[in-house]
C-alpha cells in the first residue's frame, strides 16, 4: 500500500513521465509516502496491537501523529486538530459538511492492511473497517467504500498462492454494498471489466473529485482487472491520473495481499527496487 502510495504521488512532481513509467522507468527514489501510508500504518499498528479497531484509541494517535506537510485534506486536519484539543471524535467527524459528515476516500485509501489482517474473514473485515472509518468520515459513502475495499483486501490475501478471476473480487464485495452512489459505480465497474484504463477512469472517475464515490469503483475494476500484476496495477492508477497517490495506495494495498513482493510464475508482485525506493516506514509501525 505505502509503494503505490509513494509512487503515485511522484506524479504530482513536475516532469514526471507517465510514459517513462508505462515502459518500466519510474523515477528515481526516493518516493515519499503521503498521508494516506501515515493514517494506513496506525491503523495496522493498532490492529496488530489489539486485534480490533478501538475509536478512541485510533482517534488519538491519528490525532497525535497528523503531519499535515503529508498532503492531509484541509478538513481531515481541523477534524484531528479538533480531536487533539480534546472535542470527541463523534462530534469532530460528525460536524462537518453540514453535519452529514465527509464522504471523502480517506477512509478506503487506508483500509486495505485491516482487510488483508482479516483474511478469510469478510464479515469482520467489513465491520471494522466500518469502525476505523467512523472517526474521521461519517459519511455513509465514506464507511462502504472502506467496507469494500477491506473486503477486497480480505480476499485478495486469502487467495495468495491461489487463482483470482477478475470477477471474483467483485463478487466478495458485492454483499456489503449498501444502495448510493458508490455501491452503483461499484456494479457499473464489474460491466467494465476488459475495457481501457482510459474508458474506466472516463466512467468511474480517478478520485478528482476526492470523493468514495468517485475512487472506490475504480480502485475495484483496476485491483481485479490486475489482481496478479502488482506493477500494471499500479501504472494504471498513475495512468488515469486525478488522486494517483490514493488510488494507487488503495489498488496497491489490494494487489500486494494477492501478490506478496517480488515475481513467481504467472505473479508480478511488488518489484524490490520500488521497495526499496520507497522511503522508509515510520519506526512506530513495528513497536
Known amino acids: 500500500m505505502s509503494v503505490g502510495d509513494a509512487l503515485g504521488a511522484q506524479f504530482f512532481v513536475p516532469g514526471r513521465s ?13 518516493w515519499q509516502w503521503t498521508d494516506d501510508t501515515e493514517m ?15 475509536r478512541d484509541e485510533l482517534a488519538a494517535v491519528f490525532a497525535d501523529r497528523c503531519e499535515p506537510y503529508r ?12 480531536i487533539r484539543d480534546g ?26 492492511p485491516l482487510g488483508a489482517y482479516f483474511a478469510g474473514d469478510p464479515d469482520r473485515a467489513a465491520a471494522q473497517a466500518a469502525l476505523s472509518a467512523e472517526v474521521t468520515h461519517r459519511h455513509p459513502e465514506a464507511i ?9 483486501a480480505a480476499c485478495a490475501a486469502v487467495t495468495r498462492g491461489k487463482g483470482c478471476a477478475p470477477g471474483e473480487l467483485l463478487d466478495a464485495v458485492e454483499p456489503y454494498l449498501v444502495d448510493g452512489q458508490t455501491a452503483l459505480g461499484v456494479r457499473r465497474a464489474r460491466k467494465l471489466l476488459g475495457r481501457s484504463v482510459a474508458e474506466a477512469a472516463y466512467e468511474l472517475g480517478n478520485g478528482a473529485r476526492v470523493s468514495a464515490q468517485d475512487t472506490v469503483p475504480f480502485t475495484l475494476w483496476a485491483a481485479a482487472s490486475y489482481i496478479d500484476d502488482y506493477p500494471a496495477a499500479i501504472t494504471a492508477c498513475v495512468e488515469a491520473g486525478g488522486d494517483a497517490d ?7 494495498g489490494i494487489v500486494a495481499a494477492h501478490t506478496g513482493i517480488g515475481s513467481r510464475e504467472g505473479i508480478r508482485g511488488i518489484p524490490e527496487q520500488w521497495l526499496a ?6 519506526p512506530w509501525t513495528t513497536y
Not at 246 to 252: F, L
Open 18 to 30: 507517465v510514459a517513462e513509467l508505462i515502459a518500466g522507468r519510474p523515477p528515481v527514489g526516493p
Open 40 to 54: 494506513a500504518c496506525s491503523v495496522y499498528s493498532e490492529i496488530r496491537r489489539r486485534g480490533h479497531i478501538d
Open 71 to 82: 498532503g492531509y485534506g484541509a478538513g481531515t486536519v481541523v477534524v484531528l486538530h479538533q
Open 87 to 112: 472535542r470527541p471524535w463523534s462530534e469532530a467527524a460528525g460536524a462537518v459538511f453540514g453535519g452529514r459528515g465527509s464522504w471523502g476516500n480517506g477512509a478506503a485509501m487506508r483500509v486495505a
Open 144 to 152: 462502504v467504500g472502506a467496507m469494500v475495499i477491506a473486503v477486497a
Open 246 to 252: 490514493t488510488t494507487a495506495a488503495i489498488v496497491g
Open 277 to 282: 525506493a520507497r522511503e522508509a516506514l515510520p
